[in-house]
């Protein structure tokens, strides 16, 4: 999707310090971190939200899930912890609409998230 924010990031129309990346998934660091790190992982394909998901993506879905986890480790805090968000429209504060996970991890955290 040409207007997309995500969709630019991804073929480096807009500049993002992106962390990891393979066929299918791209990684990059949020612009405003909630924490030390404050990374988001994406496909390669716009999808808008998690609503617009088919069983076809079953698999895409486990990647961004296990590369969240790869990067966890690699970062240093699997162990001691890290959060990983998927926020989908208006009540849950979705501003870009190509799916994302975010993986937030560095200090410790509250739940239930406000
Ligand atoms: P969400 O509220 O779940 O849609 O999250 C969107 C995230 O994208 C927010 O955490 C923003 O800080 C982040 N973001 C917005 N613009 C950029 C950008 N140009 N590069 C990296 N992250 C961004
Ligand atoms: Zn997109």
């Known amino acids: 999707m040409a207007q997309c924010l995500f969709c630019q990031i ?3 129309e807009i500049n993002a310090t992106i962390v990891y990346e393979d066929e299918r998934v791209v990684a990059f660091n949020d612009i405003n971190p909630q924490g030390p790190t404050h990374v988001l992982i994406v496909p390669r394909r716009h999808i808008a939200t998690l609503n617009d998901l088919s069983e076809d993506d079953d698999q895409m ?3 961004l899930v ?3 986890a790869l990067l966890a ?3 240093g805090f699997s ?3 890290y959060r990983t968000v998927f926020n989908t429209n ?3 504060g979705q501003t870009v609409f190509h799916i994302h996970l975010h993986l937030i991890g560095g200090r410790s955290m509250h739940w239930p998230p406000g």
Request: no cysteine; charged share 45%.
């Open 10 to 12: 991804i073929s480096r």
């Open 61 to 63: 879905v486990g990647e």
């Open 66 to 68: 296990r590369r969240a």
């Open 73 to 75: 480790k690699s970062k």
């Open 79 to 81: 162990a001691s912890g």
């Open 90 to 92: 208006r009540d849950a």
